[in-house]
């Protein structure tokens, strides 16, 4: 005898519209579909593994999310769903993620990951030519990485740039060139004037591989024929313009008062705090991401968990963690780091991680870390105010640290404000909350 329950879920999802998420992490990629009232219907995920051969391949972005999409249409058939149901989709990236690719949205170079650095040559020609406050000032600049990139393709065989998210959208709708505000926002792309600065061309960056810029939630296109026969999509199913990682995690998060914060600890830390004026500060790796008629201001440090696992298993983490005691300080002056290089508080591709004296205990030093994780999350959040965005009211916690209750009261100590774990942490479900507002605005 069937439930009741799903017997009503099964009819209703046959008839209602569904919306879906897709976030292309570090690790894996993780999919959301959504109902009309925004509730979470199903989820999926796929992790990530490693490209063949040296470097990173776009083709295993590509694959993975394949597989993720196939576990999700599974995961809503037996809620009694389908894929046809589903009216629009977003994606998300890691930021400064990117690749070269032809026409046919295939790749003609390797991907450089988001946390790739060490382009100093690539860096003093963009000296030369930016303005002394651009955000891709550096040798971890993504227009570094672009520069870098360039060198891949000597036959000139790419006709686009795109980051991770593009990518994944370009091979949906058959439409390679295409972005959004905030992924573009680290490579240089000027908010204001809405257009590449005309000094670009001066560097070396070839302006014909740049992409066109969407507004975050517009309409970039619909699914091809062979997507969505592939996918079981409905063949009127829009691909909505989307955004990076960390701000899909502050729009599954339900913030929406200015002076709320979300913070991702994830691999690394992110935050970003909901301000009614633009914030940037590139000397430090601040900038401010356009949302609506709103700003998320913010940044991301290299620190995080990424550090923690170089020297414990999660499983170990979790297990020393009940014996720390975050109302007693270790005094401890850490800077944990899992390679050399930092973007955020501090912009300083040279840093090197700071883990001495290390404590016989391990839970002693453990905790250390994890004091020294919030303070540099406070140190952020204390930039962003002196530069005139609000003081955080309350942060949310997305990532797999908001789990961890001893870092969450060492957090709240330290920064001296609520701190709470996010309702809802995916960014693919604040992905799939896109997709239905971008279909919202189309419709209304």
């Known amino acids: 005898m069937h439930d009741p329950d799903f017997l009503a879920l099964s009819g209703r999802l046959g008839r209602d519209p569904l919306y879906l998420g897709l976030d292309i992490g570090t690790s894996g990629v993780r999919s959301a579909v959504v109902d009309s009232d925004g509730s979470l219907v199903s989820s999926a995920r796929e992790p990530m593994h490693p490209s063949k051969g040296d470097g990173v391949s776009a083709e295993t972005w590509w694959d993975t999310v394949s597989a993720c999409l196939d576990a999700q249409a599974k995961a809503l058939t037996d809620k009694g769903g389908s894929m046809a149901s589903v009216r629009a989709a977003a994606i998300d990236g890691t930021s400064g993620t990117m690749v070269l690719v032809d026409g046919d949205a295939r790749p003609v170079t390797p991907a450089l990951m988001y946390d790739s650095s060490g382009f100093d040559d690539e860096a003093m020609r963009i000296a030369a030519c930016a303005p002394q406050d651009s955000i891709v000032r550096g040798s971890g600049s993504a227009l570094a990485r672009m520069l870098r990139l360039q060198n891949h393709d000597p036959d000139r065989r790419a006709r686009h740039l795109c980051h991770q998210a593009d990518f994944i959208l370009a091979r949906l709708t058959g439409r390679p060139g295409l972005s959004d505000e905030n992924n573009v926002l680290k490579l240089g792309y000027n908010l204001e004037s809405e257009s590449w600065p005309d000094w670009f061309a001066a560097c070396g960056a070839r302006m014909d591989l740049l992409p066109d810029v969407l507004r975050v939630g517009a309409i970039a296109g619909t699914v091809t024929e062979a997507m969505a026969d592939r996918f ?46 633009r914030v940037d500060d590139a000397a430090r790796g601040i900038y401010s ?14 620190t995080g968990g990424g550090a923690l696992l170089r020297h414990f298993s999660a499983e170990t983490i979790a297990a020393l963690s009940e014996r720390i005691d975050p109302d007693r300080p270790t005094g401890l002056d850490y800077y944990p780091l899992a390679r050399a290089g930092e973007r955020f508080p501090v912009n300083d591709p040279s840093l090197a991680p700071r883990l001495t004296p290390r404590p016989d205990d391990d839970a ?6 994890l004091e020294a994780i919030a303070r540099i999350e406070g140190e952020g959040y204390a930039a962003l105010v002196a530069l005139g965005a609000p003081a955080p009211a309350r942060v949310l916690t997305a990532g797999g640290g908001a789990q961890n209750d001893a870092w969450t009261a060492i957090r709240r100590r330290t920064l001296g404000c609520p701190v709470e774990k996010a309702p809802e942490a995916e960014a693919s479900v604040g992905m799939a909350l896109l997709a239905r507002r971008g279909m919202e605005q189309v419709e209304a």
Not at 236 to 260: C, M, N, Q, Y
Not at 364 to 369: D, I, N, P, R
Request: no cysteine; aromatic share 6%.
């Open 364 to 369: 002693v030093f453990l905790q250390g870390m």
């Open 232 to 277: 079981g999509f409905a063949r009127d199913l829009r691909l909505v313009a989307g955004t990076t990682d960390s701000v899909a995690a502050f729009l599954a998060s339900g913030a929406t008062a200015i002076g709320e914060a979300v913070t991702s600890l994830g691999t690394t830390l992110a935050i970003k705090l909901l301000s009614d004026v």
């Open 289 to 302: 991401h356009r949302l609506g008629d709103r700003w998320l201001a913010g940044g991301a440090s290299n």
